[in-house]
């Protein structure tokens, strides 16, 4: 009976190697005030000079929003203090955004849904407020480096569904390649407009959340602002315009402004930067760098490789990933076996070293050798685990390997027997639990075959081995 | 290479002597660049620079509101008294590679805002032709140390006609630039759609010189053009015909007689002399102060006490720090421009004013684009009076700014504007004014040249030639 509208601003920072305006670094996290010159200090008499690299990127996430795209970069001034603002005026783009009217079609529960762009604009950012104590101090480095503020329609219409779109919006600017996209890092940055109002009766009084900063505290705080808003109207009373801050120990919002104040940035061409047309050869690039869209090519892989979504969607979550499994496949091989390797051994190596997986020493191509070297049965499956973690980690030839380590799967019953009657034997105990029927101690005894083996032996054959001489079959 | 070669000098002291003694009496430096720091410099500039510079050991003075690395940069304010600049402009620094070597900052009304040098919270510069008058504003101190033979040439900057009025008051030339034409990296700003960096001189071609060396497109300022003179180039080799404005309404009654002299001269040497009208002259004044106050709302927004520059001793939070060091660091005429700046571009009065003033300026532009179809350029009066005395004997500030509306024209329309020594009306230096096509600035220098040989200009009492 009710209808929720949320629109989102999102800010991302863009990878450029340098700031919007300046020629200083663009690098996260270095000593504070090292990335700094007069230029982006704002120091009298300095200048702005545009980095067509953000200009680039800018474009980039208009042509894959698909936007409508300005033919000149028209900047403006936004007046207003800030201590963290070296020029209390902000370089920013008003009247005349690089992006409008676009749209992101973004897969949740299963359907496809859309979202329309308003605009996506480039301006630079402030510094970074330390407080510390009764002190206040202050960081440029971040002074100056580029943002591109995408503004969306109020189309989305519940918590779940926004954290999804942001899931997806990031997957897609990482894809892109021009930003990080990363919320708890802060280059993503998001603040949320919310309304509520009785069915078909349109937009209702938005309350603006501020500062959340992670796709997770998006939906909470949507959720709760939600039932805030629809408790406060079904006991009869009118939602204020406010803005409000999302308590992430309370698992609450709450007030941070009460009524809006009537903000006038005054803005104005900005004198300094006269219209920049970049021109058809730099939109032709443009075009030719991006991507396919991380929707498109989970589609287009779940049917060439019969994927399940959900498969497919993990998949192409990174475009590295996607690129790897593609790589592999071309290699030989078979689509399911090797997402599940993705999926399972490779996540937890990736996650465990931190390296990203294309960054490894396991090429896509080694990783197909491997998983042929398994199918065809000249390794076993823990010999694969093995192989797999060291090819990760250093450079080696997969079937060199094999030779060297002396890792050819060993199933000769003849050598795995004594192997396990040594095992049976040393552990009567255990023998006569499995003989009672005590599955789990199969387990034990083949780690002990494998551990004895090197994880060569053939587990089935080693299997039925263990069986077979426990009960008594063979001697 | 000796000393002597200092321009006529005997020696580097001598030539420090006679700044000192006769800056006592002018006050048109701020800052002097120490005597062996001018002495090295000189000595890297003759080992540096070409020896066919022709400003190779030449010192210049520049407006202190233009960055000189490692020299103060207060622009005239208690807001940046103590500033000493981490870098410098890019005039600048092509006139070092030139060879030429920077003597001292010169005063100025504050952050370039006013018609007399007497709005420099840092000091009062005096005009060398009478001392108890003005220099004129705001390049005031470089147009008074040009005319008291202290440099042969300064730079300066004009947002409205700030190079161009203290030139007429002191009897030396002035050139305003087209904008963009040379770099306005390192011009501290004031109105940055109007301002550009100029030159002040007694030298006809010593100003071509120094604008050629500080002219060209700068990476480091977006706003920064080629200069392409072709355009201004068709009547090769013939006396160019020369537009006069009837609408000189507000003359002081010596000037209107000595400019209507000026034409009869000009005219009686072969000039053909068209007048013509330019009714959009009258918007001008409040269209040039509505942007610039505009503008200087924001580039003035930056002084907050926070990173450089004056700042209150004692605040409790953030805005409190930035009112008191803005309170205490600005003068009144500053604080003036930014209240009305912020006015113009409030929400709700935009419409009325700032954009109405920029569509003022489209208007004035194109009626000046076509009146240079019929004329080469555009000769009037620079300011309708002599300078004027200091303080209350002088011209008030509202009148002061009602005078604006000859040299504001060339700011608002991007043109080049040259004023230039007309002689002298009673015991004063009086200036006249070319107005010409974007990048007719040799045409500019060559007329004035020409005319400037129909009378005798004298120089200021105490000056010194150089050589």
């Known amino acids: 009976m009710y209808d929720t509208f949320i629109g989102l601003e999102i800010h991302i920072q863009l990878l450029t190697k340098t700031k919007v305006f300046c020629g200083c670094s663009n690098n996260y996290g270095d000593e504070p005030n090292t990335n700094v010159c007069p230029v982006c200090l704002g120091y009298p008499g300095t200048l702005p000079v545009l980095n067509t690299d953000a200009l680039f990127m800018a474009y980039q996430v208009v042509g894959a929003l698909k936007c409508k795209r300005a033919e000149a970069a028209i900047f403006e001034r936004k007046n207003y203090f800030y201590p963290d603002m070296p020029k209390n005026y902000q370089i920013s783009q008003f009247a005349d955004p690089v992006g409008i009217n676009g749209e992101v079609i973004f897969p949740f529960q299963g359907e496809e849904h859309r979202v329309r762009i308003h605009d996506v604009h480039l301006e630079e950012d402030a510094g970074k407020m330390i407080h510390a104590g009764d002190m206040s101090l202050l960081d440029y480095n971040r002074a100056g480096t580029p943002l591109l503020e995408i503004v969306t329609e109020p189309d989305l219409r519940s918590g779940e569904e926004t954290e999804a779109f942001l899931r997806y919006f990031r997957t897609l600017v990482r894809t892109i390649g021009v930003s990080r996209g990363n919320m708890e890092e802060g280059n993503l940055r998001c603040d949320a407009n919310i309304s509520i109002n009785t069915h078909g009766a349109g937009l209702g009084t938005k309350v603006e959340l501020k500062n959340i900063n992670s796709s997770r505290f998006v939906r909470l705080a949507l959720e709760y602002e939600k039932e805030r808003q629809i408790g406060i109207v079904e006991a009869g009373g009118s939602v204020d315009q406010e803005t409000r801050l999302w308590n992430e120990n309370k698992d609450i919002t709450v007030v941070m402004r009460r009524k809006e104040e009537s903000k006038d940035y005054r803005y104005f061409p900005e004198p300094d930067l006269p219209p920049y047309r970049p021109g058809e050869d730099f939109f032709r690039r443009v075009e030719e760098s991006l991507p396919e869209l991380p929707l498109d090519r989970q589609k287009r892989m779940e049917a060439a490789f019969s994927l399940t979504d959900e498969q497919a969607s993990y998949l192409c979550e990174e475009k590295a990933r996607a690129d790897y499994f593609e790589a592999a496949v071309a290699a030989g091989s078979e689509a399911q076996h090797l997402y599940f390797w993705m999926s399972g051994d490779l996540a937890a190596l990736v996650n465990k070293s931190g390296t990203p997986l294309e960054e490894s020493r396991l090429s896509p191509e080694k990783l197909a050798t491997v998983l042929r070297l398994l199918d065809n049965g000249a390794i076993h499956g823990p010999i694969a685990k093995k192989m797999v973690a060291l090819l990760f980690e250093e450079e080696h030839d997969p079937e060199g390997l094999i030779a060297e380590r002396g890792w050819k799967a060993l199933d000769d019953t003849s050598k795995i027997l004594p192997i396990v009657k040594k095992a049976v034997d040393a552990n009567p105990s255990a023998a006569e639990q499995l003989k009672q029927g005590e599955t789990k101690v199969l387990g034990f005894f083949m780690g002990q075959v494998m551990k004895e083996t090197g994880g060569r032996a053939d587990p089935e054959t080693a299997k039925a081995l263990i069986t077979s001489y426990v009960k008594g079959e063979i001697v | ?467």
């Not at chain 2, 904008?179 to 960096?197: D, P, Q």
């Not at chain 2, 045409?443 to 004035?448: G, V």
């Open chain 2, 1 to 467: 290479m000796s000393d002597a070669a200092l321009f006529g000098w005997s020696s580097t002291a001598e030539y420090c002597t006679y700044l000192d003694e006769n800056d006592k009496k002018v006050g048109a430096f701020l800052s002097r660049t120490g005597a062996d720091e001018f002495q090295s410099a000189l000595e890297r500039s003759r080992s540096e620079a070409s020896d066919r510079s022709p400003l190779r050991g030449m010192p210049f003075a520049v407006k202190d509101n233009i960055a000189v690395k490692g020299l103060p940069l207060s622009c005239g304010s208690k807001m940046l008294e103590t500033l000493s600049s981490p870098y410098s402009a890019t005039a600048v620094e092509k006139l070092q590679q030139a060879g030429a070597v920077v003597v001292g900052k010169t005063n100025l009304d504050e952050f370039g805002m006013g018609s007399s040098c007497d709005n420099s919270a840092l000091g009062t510069t005096h005009n060398p032709w009478d001392v108890a008058r003005v220099a004129g504003g705001s390049s005031g101190g470089s147009a008074a140390a040009v005319a008291a033979g202290m440099v042969p040439f300064a730079l300066g900057s004009d947002t409205g006609g700030s190079i161009r009025q203290p030139a007429a008051f002191c009897g030396t030339y002035g050139l305003k630039p087209s904008y963009g034409v040379v770099s306005r990296f390192g011009l501290v700003a004031y109105a940055s759609s109007l301002e550009t960096i100029g030159i002040i001189s007694l030298d006809a071609q010593l100003l071509r010189t120094v604008f050629d060396i500080m002219r060209g497109q700068d990476p480091k300022d977006q706003s920064s053009r080629p200069f392409s003179p072709q355009a201004s180039e068709k009547r090769q080799g013939e006396k160019p015909r020369i537009g006069v404005i009837t609408d000189i309404e507000g003359l002081a009654p010596a000037m209107e007689s000595a400019y209507r002299e000026r034409l009869d001269l000009i005219r009686k040497k072969g000039y053909e002399i068209v007048e013509i009208e330019l009714p959009m002259l009258e918007y001008v004044v409040p269209a040039y102060y509505t942007i610039a106050s505009a503008e200087a709302s924001a580039n003035l927004a930056r002084y907050a006490g926070i990173r450089y520059g004056h700042r209150t001793d004692w605040a409790d939070e953030h805005s409190e720090l930035t009112e008191k060091s803005r309170d205490e660091g600005f003068g009144d005429e500053v604080k003036l421009r930014i209240l009305l700046g912020t006015y113009v571009l409030r929400s709700g009065f935009k419409d009325q004013y700032y954009l109405r003033a920029q569509k003022i300026r489209t208007l004035l532009r194109n009626e000046i684009l076509s009146a240079f179809q019929k004329v080469d350029q555009i000769l009037s009066p620079v300011f309708p009076t002599a300078a004027f005395p200091h303080g209350d004997a002088g011209l008030d500030q509202f009148q002061q700014k009602l005078a604006d509306k000859f040299t504001a024209t060339a700011n608002l329309a991007a043109i080049p504007a040259l004023a230039f020594p007309a002689g002298q009306s009673e015991g004063l230096p009086f200036g006249l004014q070319l107005l010409g096509p974007e990048f007719s600035e040799h045409k500019l220098i060559d007329t004035a040249s020409e005319f400037t040989e129909l009378w005798e200009p004298k120089t200021a009492p105490g000056f010194r030639e150089w050589r």
